[in-house]
């Protein structure tokens, strides 16, 4: 039994207080003032909601909060995603295929497909030459050509086909380093880093000999592969 006037725990027989002297009176059981809940007489806090009795002076053992366990986001699958197959890298990193695996194009499929589309485009500088009347030294049919090289390779290459006339030949196509199709801007990067293969006397184009993923200084460049697109 607690005394009224100091809060001292004594003996359920005991008339006085063993501390102050003050008179017990007989009570019932104590119960919490929050939830009403009954009190033993050791307790200092209520056992059902922590509340604090008087006379207490120590604190609840709270347990500690509840952690929900880590929910994983579900995966992002690009083009050559899914199936929750492991996904594989290029040489640099960049994701290219994840579900099946791809077939680089060959030095010679590349080079069979680039003869394709010299021949193509000399084809349309003659036309072009002979219509307006142009020489071969003549500066605006040089211009001309360079612009009809642009929009010829990158224009195919930046579209939906991916590839140039030759390489639709050969049945290979250009992709990103995410597998997909490479924007305009990016082709027309490609086709100025071809000279780069051009200027290194062939050896930037010879490096698709001998790379893992068979591709061409002007890949590395750009951030392209040439895959077999069938």
Same mark, same amino acid.
């Given at each position: 039994?607690?005394?009224?006037?100091?809060?001292?725990?004594?003996?359920?027989?005991?008339?006085?207080?063993?501390?102050?002297?003050?008179?017990?009176?007989?009570q019932?059981?104590?119960?919490?003032p929050d939830?009403?809940?009954?009190?033993?007489?050791?307790?200092s806090?209520?056992?059902?909601c922590?509340h604090k009795?008087?006379?207490?002076?120590?604190?609840?053992?709270?347990?500690?909060?509840t952690?929900?366990?880590?929910?994983?986001?579900?995966?992002?699958?690009?083009?050559?995603?899914?199936?929750?197959?492991?996904?594989q890298?290029?040489?640099?990193g960049?994701?290219?295929?994840?579900n099946e695996?791809?077939?680089?194009a060959?030095?010679?499929?590349?080079?069979?497909a680039?003869?394709?589309?010299?021949?193509v485009?000399?084809?349309?500088?003659?036309?072009?030459?002979a219509?307006?009347?142009?020489?071969? @030294?003549?500066?605006?049919?040089?211009f001309?050509s360079?612009?009809?090289?642009?929009?010829y390779k990158?224009?195919?290459e930046?579209?939906?086909?991916?590839?140039?006339?030759?390489?639709?030949?050969? @049945?290979?196509?250009?992709i990103?380093?995410?597998?997909?199709?490479i924007?305009?801007?990016?082709?027309?990067?490609?086709?100025?880093?071809?000279?780069?293969?051009?200027?290194?006397?062939?050896?930037?184009?010879?490096m698709?000999?001998?790379?893992?993923?068979?591709?061409?200084?002007?890949?590395?460049?750009?951030?392209?592969?040439?895959?077999?697109?069938?």
């Amino acid at each position: 039994m607690y005394c009224p006037n100091c809060n001292t725990l004594n003996d359920d027989a005991a008339r006085f207080c063993s501390k102050c002297g003050e008179y017990l009176e007989k009570q019932a059981p104590e119960g919490c003032p929050d939830c009403g809940a009954a009190r033993k007489p050791e307790e200092s806090f209520c056992s059902t909601c922590g509340h604090k009795f008087n006379g207490a002076s120590t604190e609840p053992i709270s347990s500690p909060p509840t952690v929900a366990p880590e929910q994983k986001a579900p995966g992002n699958h690009g083009q050559y995603g899914g199936g929750g197959h492991s996904p594989q890298y290029g040489s640099h990193g960049s994701t290219i295929y994840a579900n099946e695996q791809v077939r680089f194009a060959n030095f010679g499929e590349r080079l069979v497909a680039l003869i394709i589309d010299s021949i193509v485009l000399s084809i349309a500088g003659y036309i072009l030459g002979a219509i307006l009347m142009l020489s071969n @030294g003549d500066l605006l049919k040089s211009f001309l050509s360079f612009i009809i090289g642009i929009g010829y390779k990158a224009g195919l290459e930046g579209s939906t086909k991916q590839a140039t006339l030759g390489k639709m030949v050969m @049945g290979i196509k250009v992709i990103g380093p995410d597998g997909g199709r490479i924007s305009y801007g990016r082709a027309i990067g490609r086709y100025f880093a071809n000279f780069l293969s051009v200027i290194t006397l062939g050896i930037g184009y010879l490096m698709a000999l001998f790379t893992r993923e068979k591709r061409a200084l002007h890949d590395y460049v750009a951030g392209t592969y040439v895959i077999r697109s069938k």
